[in-house]
């Protein structure tokens, strides 16, 4: 599972051969949520609510890259890195 990014002490993670809806997977400290590539939602699991607006926030900026990056995983070859939020 490649990391993609990393800012703020979240790390952005994506799958190889994954199933849809798009998304990617975030990790916080102890905590882990799927989230939505479309509207940077929580598909499963728990991010406090500070996280995941810096996440939209990061997610509305490089929405493309992340459908070009699921693509990618989906026919198991390896995502590009997605710079991170400032």
Not at 26 to 50: C, F, H, L, M, W
Not at 62 to 85: D, F, V
Request: aromatic share 10%; net charge negative; charged share 25%.
């Amino acid at each position: 599972m490649p990391e993609i990014s990393r800012f703020y002490g979240i790390v952005v993670k994506m799958f190889f051969r994954e199933h849809n809806p798009p998304h990617f997977h975030v990790s916080y400290g102890d905590e882990t949520a799927q989230i939505s590539i479309s509207d940077a939602k929580i598909i499963n699991g728990t991010v406090p609510d500070r996280v995941l607006r810096l996440i939209s926030e990061w997610v509305n900026l490089h929405r493309g890259e992340l459908y070009e990056n699921w693509e990618l995983c989906i026919k198991n070859k390896a995502p590009a890195s997605i710079k991170p939020l400032e």
